[in-house]
């Protein structure tokens, strides 16, 4: 008879599974290490991090999201953190660091609730209950913010950019950016990709400017044309100033040399008609999405206009909406009324680049915000810190409300959720508690970075809150204990509403796997022995 007990194998050769507690202990390992690894860049005492990927290029940064995705994490668990710092980023595009860092806490909680034997979907449920509850707690607690209580709106920019490269001359662009917000806004409606950042080496940070128009990374096209024109009305086109190719493969038979002659003076003629259009039109300087024949800038230059080609998509559409002009597909319906207005077009030599600036403007709902720094990386960490604060100004006039920060709004929050937990019967409270103590880690970390006293701070922060001044929050520098919204210290509702529902919800889902069945040609999600190797984080980033 057969042996009866042979093993019975329901996956390929080489699949690895982990199963129950040892599969959530690995993810929320995972998940932790990732969170520490930005835990440390968090706040105005944060450090950035270097990181140098596989070809060698060098990236110095304290943002979260770029930290993130420039490690090439391979663990899943890890990766779904990432997601939570990339989902940030496209909605509100600052405050990466403070959501995977909350989403980490919350698993670290979760682990401890589990040791006491408390099931996962429990966790899930309670932590899922204070989420919502978060959110009531933080829309009452933001004070409403408009367009017009400027000096909010800049000490909201001011906050983005403490901590960042662009620090030292944060009040000067802080100004710029507020400026450039207001100029685009219609009506109710303010989009980011209207504001152009153009980044350039050379010069200092403090040299970055706001170009009331779009600044083009192209020069005139012909030596001939003037290097600036006055009250310039501009034509754009989306058409080739050029002959085109026919379609088809078409074949030209020529027996002789007048032919040739005739068909060479056709050409010339078809291509002397394009421009004659432009030129008529009135247009002093024609923007040009195609290419322009060397005839045509002849012919352009002649007439003393001004020419740029092969221009971006994207900044021929930013120029319509700067110049009020309007884009044209053919040459025969370009008129007088389809050309966009300019105060000034001129040719400026940027560090080593000729660029066309566009400006003055009369009302533009397009802008640029030209980005200097010493050197590129520099440049580089300027410009993410410029869209951080720029997306916190849109993200607070879209919502129209703001929070104290520095800790401020996470010790409230905590506060509140811990009273609300007080209400609840059931298994449900501890996970609900945990909730609270997670949300402290930001206050924590602020404390941690700046070299204070954790415990001492927050057993301080808590009694302040407690005699009813919600905007309490840690000074770095002096380690008192400050009015956030007094010292300027804010920041946007949006902020916190997205990191308090993102970190939830990957935290949820987290806890709810209890089995990872890695296939055979996958990495291994494991942990090295130890602990962590390598760069302090997981295996194989």
């Known amino acids: 008879m057969a042996n009866q007990n042979q093993p019975i194998f329901i996956l390929p050769e080489g699949y690895t599974r982990q199963i129950g507690r040892d599969a959530q202990r690995n993810n929320i390992m995972a998940a932790k290490l990732v969170a520490e690894t930005v835990r440390t860049t968090l706040g105005p005492k944060g450090m950035d ?26 663990h899943p668990a890890a990766k779904m953190l990432v997601e939570v710092a990339k989902t940030q980023e496209n909605e509100v595009g600052d405050g990466t660091t403070t959501a995977v860092v909350i989403a980490g806490e919350l698993l670290k909680k979760a682990e401890a609730l589990l040791d006491q034997e408390i099931h996962p979907t429990v966790i899930a449920r309670g932590y899922h209950m204070a989420a919502e509850k978060a959110q009531e707690i933080l829309h009452r607690l933001a004070v409403p913010v408009t367009a017009k209580e400027e000096d909010i709106l800049k000490q909201i920019a001011i906050t983005a950019m403490t901590g960042k490269g662009a620090e030292a001359s944060r009040e000067i662009l802080a100004d710029l950016l507020v400026k450039a917000v207001k100029d685009i806004i219609e009506g109710n409606s303010i989009n980011m990709n209207d504001i152009k950042i153009e980044k350039k080496v050379g010069d200092g940070i403090e040299n970055t400017e706001l170009i009331e128009g779009i600044v083009l990374d192209k020069e005139r096209v012909h030596p001939g044309m003037p290097t ?48 004659q259009k432009v030129i008529k039109s009135g247009a002093t300087v024609a923007i040009c999405q195609k290419g322009i024949d060397d005839l045509a800038q002849h012919y352009l230059a002649k007439a003393g206009v001004y020419a740029c080609r092969r221009v971006k998509k994207s900044d021929v559409e930013k120029l319509v909406k700067a110049t009020g002009g309007s884009m044209v597909m053919s040459l025969d319906d370009l008129s007088e009324k389809d050309l966009g207005h300019a105060g000034l077009v001129e040719e400026v030599k940027v560090g080593d680049e000729q660029m066309t600036y566009v400006r003055e403007c009369k009302n533009p709902k397009a802008v640029t915000v030209l980005v200097r720094g010493g050197t590129q990386h520099v440049v580089d960490e300027v410009e993410r810190a410029v869209k951080d604060a720029l997306g916190d100004i849109i993200a607070t006039l879209k919502v129209g409300k703001a929070v104290g920060g520095a800790g401020a709004i996470e010790v409230a929050l905590a506060r509140e959720i811990r009273q609300y937990a007080t209400k609840l019967s059931g298994r449900e409270q501890f996970a609900v508690l945990a909730f609270a103590d997670a949300v402290e880690i930001i206050p924590r970390t602020l404390a941690e970075n700046a070299g204070l006293d954790p415990i001492d701070l927050l057993t301080e922060l808590k009694a302040q809150h407690d005699k009813g001044n919600k ?51 996958s990495k291994q999600p494991s942990m090295p022995p130890g602990g962590m190797g390598g760069m302090g984080g997981m295996p194989e980033m």
């Open 471 to 521: 905007w309490a929050s840690i000074d770095v520098h002096t380690g008192k204990v400050v009015d956030a919204w007094k010292t300027g210290v804010i920041e946007p509702l949006k902020i916190k509403t997205q990191a308090i529902k993102s970190a939830s919800e990957v935290a949820e889902l987290i806890l709810r796997i209890d089995d990872v069945i890695a296939g055979a040609g």
């Open 49 to 74: 991090k270097m990181i140098v990927d596989s070809i060698g290029d060098i990236t110095v940064t304290n943002d979260g999201v770029t930290i993130l995705e420039e490690m090439q994490i391979e």
């Open 228 to 275: 600036k024109v006055k009250n310039a009305k501009i034509a754009l086109l989306d058409v080739a100033l050029e002959i085109k190719n026919t379609e088809t493969d078409a074949k030209i038979q020529i027996s002789s040399p007048d032919q040739m002659e005739a068909f060479l003076m056709q050409e010339e003629k078809m291509i002397k008609d394009k421009t």
